[in-house]
Structure formats: C-alpha cells, structure tokens
C-alpha cells in the first residue's frame, strides 16, 4: 500500500509546486495548497457525481489518495452549483476534506448533451438527465467551479474526438486557447487555489505547440494536455507529450486528462507527466477485471470458479489480500454489489501503489528498471495464464 498520507501538516497557504527529484524527464516532487499535500507523480481517483463509485471516501483517502476529481457538468446538473455552496461545498458534502480539482464539464458537453450548439460565447445544450435547457460560458465554467469550492480549476475548452481533419482541429485549438484567457479573467487571483490551462491540437504538432505557448503566456498555475485518450493510438498519444513538454514550464505541474492504463501511466511519467486521472480503474472493477501486479486479471471467467487463491497474498489491500478469485467470480457472475466494492478497492490500491513505486523509483534514479520490472511481471503472468487455459 502507499505511503500514509499524513500531508497535511506540510499544507502550504499558497498553491505551490516542488520538483524533488528527477529521471531523466520523470520528476517527483509535490503541490502544496491549503487543503493539503499532493505527492506528484499523482494519480487522481475519479468521483464524477461526488463519490468515487463504490468506495467510501476514508477508503480511497487511506489507499495514498491525495486529491480525487470531481466533474463539473454533472454536478452543475445534480445538485446544481448553487444548492452545493448552500450546503456547504463540495469538499463538506462528500467528506472529502483534502484537495478536490474539478474539470471544465467541457468534455461532458460534447459527449453526453444533446443538441448542443457551441459558439463563441461557449455551448449551449440540453441535459442528458432530462431534457433541460444549460449555457456554459467560460465565465460559467470557471464560476460554477469556484461555488463548488475546488481546489484546482479546469478552463473550459472543446475537445475534438481524433481521428478528425485539421480545420476542425484548428478551429478548437483556437477557440480552447481564446477561452483559457476568459477563464483566466474571470478566475483572478484566489490565494491557494489554481487554474490549469489545457493544451488542444489534437495529433498535429504544430498546433500542439502553438497551443501550449499560448497558455504558458497567461501564466498559469498550471497545464493539462487533453484531447488525447479519445480514440488515437498509444504512440500518437506519447508522441503529443513529447511534442508538447519542452514547451511547458518545469517549474510548474503537468497533468494528462483521462489517461490512463497502468502501462499509459509509466511511459507518461517516463515523458515528465506529474498528474492523471481516468475512469478505468473505478470502471473495470464495475465489469469484474482486476488489476494487479500479475496484470488484468477477468474474474468472468470460468478458470476462476474454483480457483481459491487471493488476488495479491502480498498486498497490503484486504480486497486483494483476504478474499479468493473464487468468491469474487462468484459475485462478479450473481451480479452482487459486493463484487464492485471489492474489485474497484482492488483496482484503486494497485493504481496507487504503481504511483508509490513510480515516485520512489525516480527518487532511486531508477524508473526504467522498475517499469521494465513492471513489464516483466506482467508478460510472466499472462504467458501462464494462456499456458493454462491451453491445459485446460
């Protein structure tokens, strides 16, 4: 399991970031803000809709989580912005007292509203939820953030799924890059707290630099690199972050939106990555898949029914540690609720985990070993997985 989480005593009243050591262009250090201590490289646990799904909040605190994401669109439709700073904030309604960053809601928009109309002033659409009427400006975005109380801020952009043609390419960068300066504006200065750029262009990496200068002029708290992990191949992905790094400070935090696999996180953090977030660990363990350092374990599967080992006998998780794929395959085939609960407890604590061994490498100066290790494992364990269902 991860290091305990005792941040908060080194809490800064400030939004800081420290580099502790380096890797070749991996680096571990911290941000630092009132709410508490953010270990970098970080990954950040999802909570969509106020809850990271199936998990009590001091578990996921207790598993290394320094900061989780909440999601602006969906907590603007239910329970609405204003009701939420009425009751408190988001941080007093889903007990979750440490640093809580919120995206734009940008992304939700293009993908889940219907008929939605975007111009200049921001988007306009109707709730997949029931049908009503919303208008998110950047000032909108960046307002409603702020009644949530996040810690970290997102700009609102538009985020165009790839494979897509360059003017359509173009035409978002710009406008992404036209709403960071209103977001801007409209965040101002709010001692301890942040707002992120986001770098767009897609799979061109022309418009990837153009992009990144034109936030690092605005002088942010930091930078995201997003519109990736939206349909293009690993390689495209990790070609984008090596196009765009050189371009942003090293001084401050880089963060790729909705990234990733466990092998998207390494070679990320390999390429000066600090901070992730992605639904896929929550999500998998919703579907019955395991992730462990034997790799992606399908508890589905029938080669599991009488199968009485634990997950991990080593890991400091009891979901990995006390309970055998037997039993998980049989609440993952009955459906029992019981089956998410401990499959995305599971899955969270190995997230975490590889964060740990990942910050504790580059301290070593040996991320490369640890991720070929990483690797190795994995390749063992799935060479005799498919040894055995040919034995079978």
């Not at 996921?60 to 907590?75: E, F, K, S």
């Not at 801007?184 to 990496?205: N, S, Y």
């Not at 374990?297 to 794929?325: G, K, V, W």
Request: glycine residues 10%; charged residues 25%.
């Amino acid at each position: 399991m991860s290091e305990t989480p005792s941040l908060r005593s080194n809490a800064s009243e400030h939004f800081t970031f420290r580099v502790d050591a380096t890797d070749g262009q991996a680096r571990t250090g911290a941000i630092s803000m009132p709410r508490g201590t953010i270990r970098t490289p970080a990954f950040m646990p999802v909570g969509t809709a106020a809850t990271v799904k199936a998990m009590y909040p001091g578990q996921v605190r207790d598993l290394g989580a320094d900061v989780v994401l909440g999601n602006t669109y969906h907590l603007m439709l239910r329970p609405g912005p204003e009701r939420m700073e009425r009751l408190g904030g988001l941080h007093h309604f889903m007990n979750w007292p440490h640093p809580i960053l919120t995206d734009s809601g940008g992304f939700q928009v293009m993908s889940l509203s219907a008929l939605r109309k975007l111009d200049e002033q921001g988007v306009t659409f109707r709730s997949h939820v029931d049908g009503s009427a919303h208008h998110m400006s950047p000032e909108r975005s960046i307002e409603i953030q702020g009644l949530l109380g996040s810690d970290i801020q997102m700009q609102l952009d538009e985020c165009v799924r790839l494979p897509a043609e360059r003017p359509a390419i173009e035409s978002a960068m710009r406008l992404s890059l036209r709403w960071a300066e209103r977001c801007r504006l409209q965040f101002g200065e709010q001692p301890g707290k942040a707002m992120f750029g986001i770098v767009q262009g897609g799979d061109l990496a022309d418009l990837r630099v153009e992009s990144a200068r034109g936030l690092v002029d605005l002088d942010l708290k930091g930078y995201a690199i997003g519109g990736l992990a939206v349909g293009e191949p690993q390689a495209v992905m990790l070609a984008m972050i090596e196009t765009v790094e050189p371009h942003l400070p090293r001084d401050k935090p880089r963060y790729l939106m909705g990234v990733g696999t466990p092998d998207d996180l390494m070679r990320s953090v390999a390429r000066g990555i600090d901070m992730f977030d992605c639904v896929m660990p929550t999500r998998a363990g919703r579907h019955g898949l395991a992730y462990t350092r034997f790799g992606r374990i399908n508890l589905r599967n029938a080669r599991f029914a009488e199968d009485t080992r634990p997950l991990d006998e080593t890991s400091a998780c009891p979901a990995a540690r006390d309970y055998s794929r037997a039993y998980l395959h049989h609440l993952v085939r009955t459906d029992e609720i019981l089956g998410m609960m401990l499959l995305t407890w599971n899955n969270l604590s190995y997230y975490q985990d590889l964060m740990s061994g990942m910050r504790g490498a580059i301290a070593a100066g040996r991320l490369a070993d640890f991720a070929g290790e990483t690797r190795e494992a994995w390749a063992r364990a799935e060479a005799e997985r498919a040894s055995a269902n040919l034995a079978g």
